[in-house]
């Protein structure tokens, strides 16, 4: 640590701008290993369960390089959290990939969101009269059955939709988004547009529709997404509301 100036209370903003950036970049991480999962069991149940193809390459490469990029940096200049100097000393061999976040991110997040996206997937083919065992393409490289199409669709915008509320889960692992402030980083709030955005224009410009095998969804497959968003949110602020209760209660 060099100080620049003559003032020692210096030592403790830089000790918090240091924690600070530890915190944000295990959100960072937390929130990349979130969509994981359900991109890759998809892919699990497609081999082993014989379903139609979930997603496409193109679909993975449009969320991995194109929807999450801007709510991932804006994790990264997230404020302190509160009471972050309250916290003792972390350890000298404490990783940034520990327990919590391969748990939080692979575990917890990944199969809620995983959860979610592949019940939209079922019942969008369900719905659509699939049945296990039947093939809906000749073969595994022709997209051209309008119901695989939009269930290939749907699974793709699941994806994208729970990474809105992955964003704001990873915000913090311990405090209530309305704690430490639902519109104060407008990184993500500006990141949210644009993966929307981006979404919607490959599923609905007939050009990109092409090029990632998408269809138009309608407003009925739109309010099943963000109905499960909302339980997503809903559960882990749940969750932090009854881990910070039995924190409060360990302490008394």
Known sequence: MVLLDDNFASIVAAIQ???????NIKKFITYIFAH???????FIFYVLLKIPVPITAMQIL???????TLPALALGIEKPEPGIMDRPPGRKKEGIIDKVVLFRGYIYLGLLNTV?????Y?????NGGWRPGMQLEPNDTTFTNPLHLKAITILFAGI?????????????????VFKIGFFNNKLILWGIVFELIFTAMIIYVPYFQ????????GWKDWGILFVFMILIFMLEELRKYFTSKRLRHTLI
């Open 116 to 120: 979610f996206v592949l019940a939209a």
């Open 210 to 217: 092409k090029i990632f095998n998408t269809i138009a969804l």
């Open 160 to 176: 994208v939709v729970m990474q809105i509320a992955n964003v704001f889960a990873c915000r913090s692992d311990k405090f209530s």
């Open 36 to 42: 994981l999962i359900p991109e890759a069991v998809p």
């Open 17 to 23: 701008e240091g924690r600070a950036v530890f915190d």
């Open 122 to 126: 079922y019942f969008t083919l369900y």
């Open 62 to 68: 449009a969320i991995d390089l194109g929807t999450e």
